[in-house]
């Protein structure tokens, strides 16, 4: 079965970077494309970036461009999220998700909570 | 920016009830909505795909309609494991994906 676990959350001070990982199985990884969706506390759900299935584009949310970098390496099944010059306000619950076609959002992982905070 | 509101932002209800929510786009999205399901501590859960569409293995009660500005999502008998929280989500070819606010469903 579709399994999508994220790691490498936790607490990182203000202006620092953190790198985020979920790794993919029982999917053929490398023909989905891939998201990132976050989870402020108590709040709703906002996307962050995507990335196609071969790497050849990648878009992000206003909030976080230039900040974020979202990438993949489909010989390790496995997405990143690179989060630089992080702000209190990006603290969440990030997920990752799968697109099987137009931003169908079928599968997702169960979510790795960052706290930026000093 | 297309922005999405959701109505209303919670509703109490019955087992058994009719649960309908409304979603809305400020410009015409077409039918390029998906509608989630989130419970308390879980990820999100995929229901209704391009306005109308079934996820497979998605319980029947669940339906969604619309297109254009105006969608609706339907519960037709709550049951009490449809208590949750349930988003709409448009996605269109910038690419952006943008959440609703979501609708917060639980018991009368």
Known sequence: QVQLVESGGGVVQPGRSLRLSCAASGMTFRNYGMHWVRQAPGKGLEWVAVIWYDGSNKYYADSVKGRFAISRDNSKNTLYLQMNSLRDEDTAVYFCARDIRSARLDFWGQGTPVTVSS | DIQMTQSPSSLSA????????????????????????????????????????????VPSRFSGSGSGTDFTFTISSLQPEDIATYYCQHYDNLPQFTFGPGTKVDFK
């Open chain 2, 14 to 57: 019955s087992v058994g009830d009719r649960v309908t929510i409304t979603c809305q786009a400020s410009q015409d999205i077409s039918n390029y909505l998906n509608w989630y399901q989130q419970k308390p501590g879980k990820a999100p859960k995929l229901l209704i795909y391009d306005a109308s569409n079934l996820e497979a293995g």
